[in-house]
């Protein structure tokens, strides 16, 4: 069988009887940029947070680069594995969640100090070379509420680069944002995909997934019910479910 380098397969997810996720199963090649998209509690951020097993499965499993992420393990080895799988895969929330207290440059050297046990050189050097990728590199010394919202993201961007992550994830990464905001950390995100870094992103911004993603899963009430790439589910979508969510969120966005 072809190894993809992100697979789901049959993931479910239920808190008690609510069921979250039902039986998915989706493939992302290496250098994939892939759009989620769909109404809210339709289980895109579940599925999201389930890739690095921060939301555990209830059911199903998830592969990175042929690794399987969220293995059955014993409690210790487990948290030996999962800290490892982990520092391959970056996530980028919708709240930026910087330490308040520390500088900018001592919010993106921590984890590289602490898990790749890097000393505080190297780790400054690479805080650097990442500010610069993200614009942010006179920032450096300033505190998280010295920045605008569209800066401190830019930071959270830079920080999980900073692990030099195989797999980059995006949780509404510019949902919290004011609208004038929102591009410059979209110009972000389209130049990782000038360089092919594999993305999965969770967006309301169907413009964006439109012109920067190689392909868009249509999710709703846990299931996916349309993929395909952007010309096609935007343009022809084959579901009655797909049209009605793009009329909607046309509608709403005049």
């Known amino acids: 069988m072809t190894q993809h380098f992100v697979e789901i397969r049959h993931a479910q997810k239920s ?21 989620i998209i769909g109404p809210s509690g339709s289980g895109k951020s579940t599925l999201l947070r389930a890739i690095n097993d921060l939301d555990p499965l209830t059911g199903g499993e998830v592969w990175l680069d042929g690794v ?35 500088t900018v440059r001592e919010n993106v050297t921590m984890a ?21 990728h993200v614009g942010m590199l006179e920032r450096i010394d300033y505190y998280p509420a010295q920045l ?3 800066q401190k993201q830019r930071v959270a961007i830079a920080r999980a680069l900073a692990m030099k992550p195989k797999l980059m994830l995006f949780d509404e990464a510019t949902s919290a944002l004011d609208p004038e905001l929102v591009e410059e950390v979209n110009l972000v995100m389209k130049q990782l995909a000038q360089e092919h870094m594999t993305m999965i992103i969770v967006t309301h911004e169907m413009d964006f997934a439109a012109s920067v993603c190689d392909r868009v899963i249509f999710m709703d009430k846990g299931v996916v019910v349309e993929e ?14 797909t049209r009605n969510f793009l009329r909607k969120h046309l509608e709403g966005a005049k």
């Open 15 to 35: 808190y008690g009887t609510l069921e979250v996720l039902k039986d998915i199963s989706l493939d992302v090649e290496r250098g994939q940029i892939v759009a």
């Open 148 to 150: 605008s919202g569209g």
């Open 228 to 241: 395909g790439p952007p010309e096609q589910v935007f343009k022809t979508p084959t579901q009655e479910r």
């Open 68 to 102: 399987q992420v969220n293995k059955t393990l014993p409690h210790r080895q487990y948290e030996k594995h999962i800290n490892e799988m982990r520092q391959q895969i970056g996530m980028v929330f919708q709240h930026f969640n910087l330490f308040p207290h520390l």
């Open 112 to 132: 590289p100090k602490l898990l790749k046990k890097i000393s505080d050189k190297e780790a400054n050097a690479l805080a650097e070379e990442q500010l610069d």
